[in-house]
Structures are given as structure tokens and as C-alpha cells.
């Protein structure tokens, strides 16, 4: 069965440097998201991407995160100068139409903040 | 805006019972409603998918029910078993402009022995 995959599964980091997490799709899926989980709390939408440009995106996704497909398999999350309070599960998710159904959610990525 | 409501935040219950977790939402504006299952620090497994127009969804023994013009769902569990002790959540796409789940907090379910 296909499946969205994630790197890195967990991923620590000090404050203010550069993380990148990565995410493959589910080849002919057309939209793809992040979003995340700050532990303890809901799951929060950050962003979706479709036709290589951003779709919709929350408060949360300020100018530090950014988000790339830059080989039209992998769907990546940046974030540029991580914070303390970035620490979460990071979650990519793809579905193959606008209107086709459910979200196929990859096994997350946990960040650690330090 | 959009707001999902999930009763009870935990539940406990002997292995064997039958039980219902509810989920509301407040704009019944929604293309469908999924429920997942999450275990402690892992990943989002959907259970069960219900589109706007059904009113419910079997798998095994899981039975989701989805009544829109009041915004509630029901995931009802059979015969419960240690091995379905998880966090349950409840996400809807929300209509409109903008094609996203928004999230319950989830209930935390535990099967005793």
C-alpha cells in the first residue's frame, strides 16, 4: 500500500540554527500539508502546497518556515532560525484531489529544541 | 471559524464493552469528517472516512456515524480490546475556501484488562 514517508523520524537541534524536514508523497497525489503537534496539544494545519506554490497557510507559518518541492518527489518543511517553542511532531500529509477524500498522513517527525 | 469539540477528553473501560466517542464540530459547512487513531509519541492513523453526504462508515468494529445539520459524530467501538487503548481524534475538512482538517483535542482511551 502506498505510503507517505518522513525523515528524519527525530531530530535535535540547538536554537537558531536551520532544520529541514523531508516528506515523500504518495507519487500521484496532487496536494501536500504540514502540519504539527506541540505535545499535549491539537494538531495545528501550518500549510498546503499545490501545483508548486503554497495554497493556504496559518498564522503559525511565518517567515521563518518555509516549504519546497524541489525534485517533484520530495515535499520539504525549512525552518530558518528554530525557537524553543518550535518543538513538536511535525506531520506531512498528501491527498490525490481536491475533493477525493482523506489525508494520508506520514509518521511524523519529532523536533527537539534545545 | 471552525471548532471541534471531543467527549470525553478520557475514558477507561473494561476490556469487552462497547463504548461511543463523540466529536462535534459548530459550522456544519464540511466535506467530510475522518477520525484517527494515535498511540503515545507516534504518528496519525486514519480509521475511518465519512463524506458529507453518508451518514456512516463501518470498519470491523468501529462504526462512525456523522450527522451534519447537528455537527456530531459518533465513533462507537465494539467489544473493546487492550490493543485499541490510543488517543482517538476527530478532524473535518472545512468547506469554503479553505480545504484543511481542523482538529480535536482527542479523547485518550484506556481498556483495562
Known amino acids: 500500500e502506498p505510503e507517505v514517508t518522513q525523515t528524519p523520524s527525530h531530530q535535535v537541534t540547538q536554537m537558531g540554527q536551520e532544520v529541514i524536514l523531508r516528506c515523500v508523497p504518495i507519487?500521484?497525489?496532487?496536494?501536500f500539508y504540514w502540519y504539527r503537534q506541540i505535545l499535549g496539544q491539537k494538531v495545528e494545519f501550518l500549510v498546503s502546497?499545490?501545483?508548486?506554490?503554497?495554497?493556504?497557510k496559518s498564522e503559525i507559518f511565518d517567515d521563518q518556515f518555509s516549504v519546497e518541492r524541489p525534485d517533484g518527489s520530495n515535499f520539504t518543511l525549512k525552518i530558518r532560525s528554530t525557537k524553543l517553542e518550535d518543538s513538536a511532531m511535525y506531520f506531512c500529509a498528501s491527498i490525490g484531489g481536491r475533493n477525493t477524500g482523506e489525508l494520508f498522513f506520514g509518521e511524523g517527525s519529532r523536533l527537539t529544541v534545545l | 471559524k471552525q471548532e471541534v469539540t471531543q467527549i470525553p477528553a478520557a475514558l477507561s473501560v473494561p476490556e469487552g464493552e462497547n463504548l461511543v466517542l463523540n466529536c462535534s464540530f459548530t459550522?456544519?459547512?464540511?466535506?467530510?469528517l475522518q477520525w484517527f487513531r494515535q498511540d503515545p509519541g507516534k504518528g496519525l492513523t486514519s480509521l475511518l472516512l465519512i463524506q458529507s453526504s453518508q451518514r456512516e462508515q463501518t470498519s470491523g468494529r468501529l462504526n462512525a456515524s456523522l450527522d451534519k445539520s447537528s455537527g456530531r459524530s459518533t465513533l462507537y467501538i465494539a467489544a473493546s480490546q487492550p490493543g485499541d487503548s490510543a488517543t482517538y481524534l476527530c478532524a473535518v475538512f472545512e468547506g469554503g475556501s479553505n480545504y484543511q482538517l481542523i482538529w480535536g483535542a482527542g479523547t485518550k482511551l484506556i481498556i483495562k484488562p
Open positions: 459550522d456544519s459547512a464540511i466535506y467530510n
Open positions: 502546497f499545490y501545483n508548486n506554490e503554497i495554497s493556504e
Open positions: 507519487s500521484n497525489h496532487l496536494y
